[in-house]
């Protein structure tokens, strides 16, 4: 066998893996212990050779082939085993590609430097960008971070279905996003919503959200909008409303009651003193604050309006306590709080993540990094990753099962929530849980068998439900056979690869264009050597040998 594909372990991920590259129409000769035989009777089936034993060895490996293999993946559930598979297959051939999957991040990066492999990856790396994009809606397909720039790959919906391809580049391109394309020659990669397309985040709402207003319709929008915004800040509402919802019950009940008979006198003193509406309220702000003025008094009223004037200054002053009462509770708690290192909960527009595992730990990441608003609950809340979320956004401890849990962590108000806990069930529950004490809000849920995942959304109130291993395994594939790999998605039957490298001399000089003809590699976005921030190109662009370049090739699946 000659440029065949090597697959080191046929647990769950490297199941996947194989299932990609065979309908890539790529060879596969898989390494494995024992197991699941309904997996090795499948791979056989579908032409891959299967070799039972253990790939640390020499002789296996030298029997997989792995003198003419074009590359190897190690996808075993350790990372020792993975690493000693990469070391032997690096002395047997050193100029082999290796992909071997991680858990430890940290360890990853440092066998790719020291030891020259393609790729060090973690399927809590791979999927956690999945989980947050399905989150925020199911028009965001994958995001990914560059940098300190987060990307974001979503469907656009097209205002006119009909619109020319020109048009569509040009809608696009003002709020510098960048079409995915498909095989050289083919049109755009369409999904039933309309255009795919790649931009940073901020670039990606103002697109997304102009998408749907267009023309007069959109500017008059835009304008209620900045009206609104201009004259009633969100931050003054949010602020207002975490004051009033960190105050105890009784405070508030006193502080309304006591509002709501304040002003109702404006109607006793409107009455009793001859004055109109306005002077009356005038009359009272200047009774409740003992402004005193002089100018308007009860000096000639009844006995009883003067008694009941004596009462409205005892109550404006209890009502001034009252207040002073609230804030003074705000601004201690909050004191508090940050001497214990821990966060407010938010109670509208945030994000529930449940399990603060290295799923978990990595959504929240993602939300915290992309501006969002997140909340985090644990069972234990004792371990290392949910302390480090607890320094910037608040950890629930408890079942999130409970709808007392989830109350606390602002599931009435709440966006959306991910269920990713190590247990199948127990995610599937929360979803269920959160659905019925909050209808609007987006359940996500991790699922361990892609296929059981599919069923899951399918036949329950759920809005997405994902395999983590079936998201990782595009990346392991993709990046076994083209270097430089940041991503790989699956998007309408085809594998989507985002490539992040250098233009280089191999670029040097020529168009996007001509790049897309001849290598069927199409760049989408390109930052010079003294830019910021990338920027789309065209087709008249011209690439330079130290340009930065985010490129994507795509290929068909068979079904």
């Given at each position: 066998?000659?440029?065949?594909?090597?697959?080191?372990?046929?647990?769950?991920?490297?199941?996947?893996?194989?299932?990609?590259?065979?309908?890539?129409?790529?060879?596969?000769?898989?390494?494995?212990?024992?197991?699941?035989?309904?997996?090795?009777?499948?791979?056989?089936?579908?032409?891959?050779?299967?070799?039972?034993?253990?790939?640390?060895?020499?002789?296996?490996?030298?029997?997989?082939?792995?003198?003419?293999?074009?590359?190897?993946i190690a996808t075993t559930s350790n990372d020792l085993v993975n690493t000693e598979i990469a070391l032997d297959s690096k002395r047997l051939r050193p100029d082999l590609p290796i992909v071997v999957r991680i858990f430890d991040q940290a360890l990853g990066e440092q066998l790719e430097e020291a030891f020259d492999l393609r790729r060090a990856l973690g399927m809590s790396v791979l999927s956690a960008p999945s989980f947050a994009a399905a989150a925020l809606g199911e028009r965001v397909i994958a995001s990914f971070r560059l940098g300190d720039e987060l990307f974001v790959v979503g469907s656009l919906e097209l205002d006119d279905p009909q619109k020319s391809e020109a048009d569509g580049r040009t809608h696009a391109a003002q709020h510098r996003a960048a079409p995915i394309l498909a095989e050289p020659g083919e049109s755009e990669v369409l999904e039933s919503q309309g255009r795919v397309v790649l931009a940073e985040r901020g670039d990606w709402e103002k697109l997304s959200s102009s998408s749907h207003a267009p023309g007069a319709e959109h500017r008059r929008q835009e304008m209620k909008e900045a009206l609104r915004h201009a004259f009633f800040p969100s931050h003054w509402f949010a602020f207002v409303r975490q004051v009033w919802g960190s105050a105890p019950i009784p405070l508030r009940v006193v502080f309304v009651t006591l509002n709501v008979i304040l002003l109702l006198s404006v109607f006793v003193f409107r009455a009793g003193m001859g004055l109109s509406t306005v002077d009356a309220f005038y009359f009272l702000i200047t009774t409740v604050t003992t402004t005193g003025y002089g100018d308007i008094s009860p000096l000639k009223a009844t006995d009883a309006l003067k008694i009941y004037a004596c009462l409205v200054m005892i109550l404006g002053s209890a009502l001034v306590a009252t207040l002073y009462s609230i804030i003074t509770d705000f601004v201690v708690t909050s004191r508090f709080m940050q001497l214990l290192g821990r966060q407010r909960v938010p109670q509208r527009g945030h994000f529930i993540v449940a399990g603060l595992g290295s799923v978990g730990f990595r959504v929240v990441e993602k939300f915290r990094l992309a501006g969002a608003q997140v909340v985090g609950i644990d069972r234990n809340g004792q371990g290392h990753l949910a302390e480090a979320i607890r320094v910037h956004s608040p950890v629930i401890v408890g079942d999130a099962r409970m709808k007392e849990t989830l109350a606390k962590a602002g599931i009435a108000g709440a966006r959306a929530v991910v269920a990713v806990t190590d247990d199948d069930a127990a995610n599937i529950s929360v979803a269920l849980q959160a659905r019925r004490l909050n209808p609007r809000a987006r359940t996500v849920v991790r699922l361990f068998d892609g296929d059981f995942a599919k069923k899951v959304q399918s036949a329950l109130d759920i809005d997405v439900a994902m395999g983590a291993f079936t998201i990782g395994a595009p990346t392991f594939a993709a990046a076994a056979l083209y270097p430089n790999v940041l991503t790989a998605f699956i998007l309408e039957s085809r594998l989507i690869v985002v490539l992040h490298r250098d233009a280089g001399s191999e670029w040097h000089g020529l168009s996007p264009s001509r790049i897309f003809h001849d290598e069927g590699v199409r760049p989408l976005m390109i930052k010079g050597a003294a830019q910021k921030r990338y920027s789309p190109c065209n087709d008249e662009s011209v690439l330079h040998r130290d340009d930065k370049v985010i490129a994507i090739l795509s290929r068909q699946l068979s079904a």
């Open positions: 066998m000659k440029d065949h594909i090597i697959v080191c372990g046929l647990g769950r991920v490297g199941y996947r893996v194989a299932e990609v590259l065979w309908r890539l129409g790529e060879a596969v000769t898989v390494i494995t212990e024992p197991t699941r035989e309904e997996w090795v009777s499948t791979v056989r089936e579908r032409g891959a050779e299967v070799l039972i034993g253990d790939a640390r060895t020499e002789d296996r490996l030298l029997e997989a082939g792995i003198l003419t293999a074009r590359a190897i």
